[in-house]
Nanobody
Framework: QVQLVESGGGSVQAGDSLRLSCAAS????????MGWFRQAPGKEREFIAA????????LYANSVKGRFTVSRDNAKNTVYLQMNSLKPEDTAVYYC????????????????WGRGTQVTVSS
């Protein structure tokens, strides 16, 4: 069983930056593709970014491409999401997730989820 714990959320102004972290325990971290998703009130959970196990290939949603950067440190069992130039529409609960497969963008493909961290961006 893998446990994921997100941290780093908060309330910021438009244009600010935040870095989210997700610490994993209880499994072989480098075996998983790690993804970030978010869910705003009244909306479905959406894919944000993902990073592969060891080759560190990345994939981003168009809505965050060029502003967000996903990275991971397999030695620390941690994945990060650097968020720059934040906008009010980025306001959501952000989740990290781990999957054994290769369906990067599909939430149903992910095997383990964190409980989320709130990001609020005011204008």
């Amino acid at each position: 069983q893998v446990q994921l714990v997100e941290s780093g959320g908060g309330s910021v102004q438009a244009g600010d930056s935040l870095r989210l972290s997700c610490a994993a325990s209880g499994g072989s971290f480098s075996s998983y593709i790690m993804g970030w998703f978010r869910q705003a009130p009244g909306k479905e959970r959406e894919f944000i970014a993902a990073i592969t196990r060891t080759t560190l290939n990345t994939l981003y949603a168009n809505s965050v491409k060029g502003r967000f950067t996903v990275s991971r440190d397999n030695a620390k069992n941690t994945v990060y999401l650097q968020m720059n130039s934040l906008k009010p529409e980025d306001t959501a609960v952000y989740y990290c997730a781990a999957e054994f497969g290769n369906n990067w963008e599909k939430s149903y493909a992910y095997d383990y989820w964190g409980r989320g961290t709130q990001v609020t961006v005011s204008s």
